[in-house]
């Protein structure tokens, strides 16, 4: 096993990685596996540098693997449900009052998430519409990539505004890791296609995903990219009566 100096690897997040990424560790047969489902734990080394690794070589590597569960999640709204997803955790909790840490800790990752959706994974999509990245998170953005870390009133303030009624629902938590997992796929497909055509059909829907930060369900399933059962579904981001356009045979 890869193993990083002075204090070990430290966990940063889970998260999508290319297709053809190998873990940084080495397995019993000495050679790096790959990663099939595309998502990876990211790990920091001692000297600042990250890499990616299973979830079982990630517990190998960690002093205490638990920590695993307390970093933020950027796939959970993959279709495929996993246990220590959010939805679980919360699932869980529920059937027991959290302690004051364990609410500390839950909004503390809720509002990492949505400060690096919003002012990093999202806003970095090509030709996203310019509302996505929010001037006034410049500044706790900039703080949370020089230090890794926010204070309460900085997790209070990325909350507020997340939960704002002034805040369109098409950027809540929630419709923006539908996105970015969106964003992931169809990237991954119009990178392995080798038809023009389909190429251009795959860009443009990820041009209107960018643009309306919404798919229909006619879209998903004419793009063939695997969603979460209620991927863009979350309340109001299709207007007051929810209903999805597209379901006429018009896909844009």
Known sequence: ?????????????????????????RGTTGRHHGFPDGRAYILRDAHGHEYPFGEDCARAAVLHPDQLAQVPDYTERDVVRQADSLDAVIAMASRRRPSAAQREAG????????????????????RVQ???????LQDVYEHFQRTGEL?????????????SPTTPPRLKALNLLDV?????????????????DNIRFLRGLHDWLARQLVLSAAQIAAAGIDMHPQAFSSPGIWGADDAQPGESGALF
């Open 180 to 196: 970015y997992t969106a964003h992931v796929k169809l990237e991954r497909l119009i990178a392995a296609s080798n038809r023009l």
């Open 107 to 126: 909004q503390r990752l809720a509002a990492i998430r949505y400060l690096v959706l919003r002012m990093e994974k999202v806003a970095a999509v090509p």
């Open 151 to 163: 204070s309460r009133a900085q997790v209070a303030r990325i909350l507020a505004i997340e939960k």
């Open 130 to 136: 310019p509302t996505v990245r929010f001037a006034p």
């Open 1 to 25: 096993m890869t193993q990083a100096q002075h204090g070990g690897w430290i966990p940063v997040r889970k998260d999508f990685v290319d297709l053809d990424t190998r873990c940084h560790a």
